[in-house]
């Protein structure tokens, strides 16, 4: 009786190769359909990884980097929304398509600056490939001096609450708006016009060495282009003196830091009832100037 018992429940080496079969087959399928799905995910996650964030570029600078320019001298194109360029309105703290009657004022109403020449250049460049190179930009400015002292005027650029405070505030809410899928890639910043009068080149020198300082502590290798002084300014007050003064430091800083670089505006046309203000093309010139700056810089 037990060795029947004991036959019964006996298998033969075929039936233990048929468990082994099967058996190992269910672990493989089961291991492959789990190393699937985490292949997946992980494939997901690297994918999420490798998804490069959304270049942002921050114009900085004086009542010619808000603008003066006028709508109704722009073309049809200059005057439709710019896709492409997302700009970031620090009032309403959201991103908008930039378009020179709605959003290129700083959040502070319409001013035409040379944000429109920048975007046509930058949209006009990648044409057909502008769903994969969307663009967030940033405009902050004042009028009056924008590096030297004036007055105790809060427009000097390193003095707390001045011009360098707001623009580092906008920064991180522009940034955190995003969801941090976008990165500053560079920083554009225009010289204003009084901070070549006389009574301010004096300090120039100086205020610029606190402000490239700042910069470089707060945003680390992030590059900065300083845009020079007009040729045009003298019809409004100033001397050659004084902006060779301005432009000479701004081109020694560039000299002297590979991280910094000098865009030359001396050929920037200015209003000619307003000579310390681009015209309307020169705005346009200003912008298309700062873009080939930057697509070099990038190799765009």
Known sequence: MKHQLIDRFRVTGDTVTFFRILLFQTLGLFTFCLLGLSTSAFSQAIAIAETP??????????????????????????????????IFNPIAAQ?????ASVSSGNGYGPRIGPEIGFSEGYQSHFNRFLAWNQLALLKIGTDGSTVS?????????WQPGGLYDLFYSVTQLALQQSRNQTELKAIVFN????????QLTA????????LIQAIEHDFPNVPLFFCGMSNHYPRGGLTNADIQTVNQSLQQAASQNENIYFI??????????????Y????????????????KAHFRW
Not at 149 to 157: E, M
Not at 203 to 210: A, H
Request: aromatic share 8%; charged share 15%.
């Open 53 to 86: 964030k959304q270049p942002m570029i921050a114009f900085l600078g004086d009542s010619n980097l808000l603008g003066s320019g006028q709508f109704q001298e722009l073309s049809t194109t200059q005057q439709s929304p710019f896709q492409s360029v997302q």
């Open 95 to 99: 991103y908008a398509p930039l378009q």
């Open 149 to 157: 002292p004036q007055n105790g005027s809060p427009a000097l650029a």
């Open 191 to 198: 010289i204003g016009f009084n901070d070549a009068t006389l």
């Open 203 to 210: 300090e120039f020198s100086r205020s610029l060495r606190q």
């Open 264 to 277: 030359d505006f001396h050929d920037i046309p200015t209003k000619v009832h307003d000579p310390a203000h």
């Open 279 to 294: 015209s309307t093309q020169g705005q346009i010139q200003a912008g298309r100037l700062i873009f080939e700056a930057l």
